[in-house]
């Protein structure tokens, strides 16, 4: 079982509110099982962090990185989250929202390439 901050649950509630562009346009082609017949959820409170996009049974973050992102302060950050949640045995894949907004098909074969290269699901 990951850790849970039930004080970042409303937090996580109203990002799914307010997705942007791109995460809603990644959602649209995760959700209902439509790749690799995997459940993803969106807005996932892990441990003390809020993370995109999760898929539990290939042990997935997926990260949809705006421009503050590639900052330094954002970089630092980006890498103490990563570090935690792969401390957790979890994958973390990145993407930003030029990549998801501009070459969504890209985008979606990295990902399915990846889940068919996870040894869990084969």
């Not at 995109?52 to 990185?65: Q, R, T």
């Not at 503050?68 to 957790?88: F, P, T």
């Not at 998801?100 to 068919?116: A, H, M, P, S």
Request: aromatic fraction near 10%.
């Amino acid at each position: 079982m990951l850790p849970f901050n039930k004080k970042l649950k409303p937090l996580a509630r109203t990002l799914r509110s307010n997705m942007t562009d791109a995460e809603q346009l990644i959602w649209s082609k995760i959700r209902r099982k439509q790749i690799g017949n995997l459940q993803f959820y969106r807005q996932k409170n892990i441990g003390n962090y809020i993370v995109d996009f999760y898929c539990p049974k290939a042990k997935l973050v997926m990260e949809i990185d705006g421009g503050q992102h590639y900052e330094s302060n954002g970089v630092r950050k980006d890498q103490a989250r990563e570090c935690y949640l792969q401390g957790l045995g979890l994958t973390v894949m990145r993407f930003s929202n030029i990549d998801i907004l501009k070459n969504i098909d890209g985008v979606l074969e990295r990902i399915g390439d990846y889940l068919k290269s996870t040894p869990t699901l084969l």
